[in-house]
């Protein structure tokens, strides 16, 4: 199955019977169709569960999992794949600006699968013939029939075969489908480092989810903290393990020169504009390998809990 077979899969069989009970919108533009995830709807943890799902082109189970009390009291998000190539790099990962006039959003999916524009479908053998493209839009507004028949041109489909999801960060749908992403932070890391994907076979991740916050900057930063801060990301791979020695301690967002302070604050002093910050930043915090070819594992990065509570404005009692 193709991975927007799969996503299409997933909203008719969770997400359209069930629109009033995870609090979706669905919006028909002409013969396309928005599903509002939490631009003018309340949403919710299912809802969030689900739209991370649809970016993963549902090759990942999502859970919300007990709290670390030792990280942060709230509960953690966990993410785990045995295709992290096609889940992660070939669907969620946010490799498409989507803009035109006042409208920007990050897009992601498995529609960039269809697009396949960005230099990293040059390295993942990804192939999607399938007439269907589903994306996913972080953005607060409902993009207009305009938006949709450009990415569905884009993507080489009619706007009748195009389903976009739409959330905000600062919607709690939208925080889980961004929290979600600690996996995806590691492989885009390894990929800018040289790395085979092909190699990571397995994978899984967790983060803190973190208070949804009204103000834009903190938003952006609580959501990138939970990862940066607090991702822990195991990853079984085949490969030799001098090459994991070689470049696992750069994997991490420990190895930037912008690690310490909570995103927003670093976001502010580089006057918003999130192309100055360190690319090497957005990583988890922690990565481990776990080598099958050998039997041995690494672990690198570290914890940091205390930017974690001031990132998420916890109040002392």
Same mark, same amino acid.
């Given at each position: 199955?193709? +991975?927007?077979?799969?996503? $299409?899969?997933?909203?008719?069989? !969770?997400?359209?019977?069930? &629109?009033? @009970?995870?609090?979706? %919108? =669905?919006?028909?533009?002409?013969?396309?169709?928005? +599903?509002?995830?939490?631009? $003018?709807?309340?949403?919710?943890? !299912?809802?969030?569960?689900? &739209?991370? @799902?649809?970016?993963? %082109? =549902?090759?990942?189970?999502?859970?919300?999992?007990?709290?670390?009390?030792?990280?942060?009291?709230?509960?953690?998000? !966990?993410?785990?794949?045995?295709?992290?190539?096609?889940?992660?790099?070939?669907?969620?990962?946010?490799?498409?600006?989507?803009?035109?006039?006042?409208?920007?959003?990050?897009?992601?999916?498995?529609?960039?699968?269809?697009?396949?524009?960005?230099?990293?479908?040059?390295?993942?053998?990804?192939?999607?013939?399938?007439?269907?493209?589903?994306?996913?839009?972080?953005?607060?507004?409902?993009?207009?029939?305009?938006?949709?028949?450009?990415?569905?041109?884009?993507?080489?489909?009619?706007?009748?075969?195009?389903?976009?999801?739409?959330?905000?960060?600062?919607?709690?749908?939208?925080?889980?489908?961004?929290?979600?992403?600690?996996?995806?932070?590691?492989?885009?890391?390894?990929?800018?480092?040289?790395?085979?994907?092909?190699?990571?076979?397995?994978?899984?991740?967790?983060?803190?989810?973190?208070?949804?916050?009204?103000?834009?900057?903190?938003?952006?930063?609580?959501?990138?903290?939970?990862?940066?801060?607090?991702?822990?990301?195991?990853?079984?791979?085949?490969?030799?393990?001098?090459?994991?020695?070689?470049?696992?301690?750069?994997?991490?967002?420990?190895?930037?020169?912008?690690?310490?302070?909570?995103?927003?604050?670093?976001?502010?002093?580089?006057?918003?504009?999130?192309?100055?910050?360190?690319?090497?930043?957005?990583?988890?915090?922690?990565?481990?390998?776990?080598?099958?070819?050998?039997?041995?594992?690494?672990?690198?990065?570290?914890?940091?809990?205390?930017?974690?509570?001031?990132?998420?404005?916890?109040?002392?009692?």
């Amino acid at each position: 199955m193709s +991975l927007n077979t799969s996503a $299409k899969s997933l909203i008719e069989r !969770q997400v359209l019977p069930n &629109l009033s @009970r995870l609090r979706i %919108a =669905d919006h028909r533009l002409h013969s396309g169709r928005v +599903l509002d995830f939490g631009c $003018k709807v309340p949403g919710g943890i !299912q809802a969030g569960l689900l &739209l991370a @799902r649809i970016c993963l %082109a =549902d090759l990942a189970d999502v859970q919300v999992a007990p709290a670390d009390y030792g990280l942060w009291q709230g509960p953690t998000l !966990q993410v785990t794949t045995d295709d992290p190539v096609s889940a992660c790099m070939a669907s969620q990962y946010a490799g498409w600006k989507v803009s035109k006039d006042q409208f920007f959003a990050m897009g992601s999916g498995p529609m960039r699968s269809k697009r396949k524009r960005e230099e990293v479908f040059e390295h993942l053998e990804v192939q999607d013939d399938s007439p269907f493209a589903v994306g996913v839009l972080e953005c607060d507004q409902i993009p207009s029939i305009d938006i949709l028949e450009r990415i569905a041109d884009e993507c080489g489909t009619q706007p009748a075969n195009t389903i976009l999801c739409v959330a905000p960060t600062r919607s709690l749908a939208g925080v889980i489908q961004v929290v979600a992403r600690s996996i995806e932070t590691a492989m885009h890391k390894l990929h800018e480092l040289g790395f085979d994907l092909h190699q990571v076979i397995c994978a899984h991740g967790s983060a803190p989810i973190p208070p949804v916050a009204k103000d834009f900057a903190e938003g952006i930063g609580r959501t990138n903290d939970a990862i940066l801060y607090g991702g822990q990301v195991t990853l079984w791979v085949d490969t030799q393990d001098d090459l994991i020695e070689s470049i696992g301690g750069k994997v991490p967002s420990l190895a930037s020169k912008d690690f310490g302070n909570p995103f927003a604050k670093t976001f502010r002093e580089y006057q918003y504009d999130f192309y100055k910050v360190d690319p090497g930043l957005f990583a988890p915090a922690t990565v481990s390998f776990v080598n099958l070819r050998s039997g041995n594992s690494f672990r690198y990065g570290k914890l940091c809990p205390e930017v974690l509570r001031d990132s998420f404005g916890c109040k002392a009692n």
